[in-house]
């Protein structure tokens, strides 16, 4: 995925329509790991290491609506959350 395709500039994350459409998404950058899950809202999670989110300990967990501002909302806080 390129840059000018996703939504993020830190991560490649595709747009919303991929999340509207029911699809999870999971990603990392160095030793930082997230995954983007689909419900009611988006929720996303975070945690440090190479194990997959079932096995891993969450270290942040945060509900948005599935809407493209809970979206954006959602963007801005994972890159936060990397950032820290």
Known sequence: MSAKTS???IFDIPKFYYFESG???SGS?????YKIINGEKIK???WHG????MKATIENEKEFERTQEGFNELIKWLETMYNG
Do not use: A, H, Q, W
Not at 29 to 33: A, E, H, I, N, Q
């Open 7 to 9: 939504v993020s500039e």
């Open 23 to 25: 699809n999870d998404y």
């Open 29 to 33: 950058k160095g030793d930082f790991s």
């Open 44 to 46: 996303c999670l975070t």
């Open 50 to 53: 190479k194990l997959c989110s």
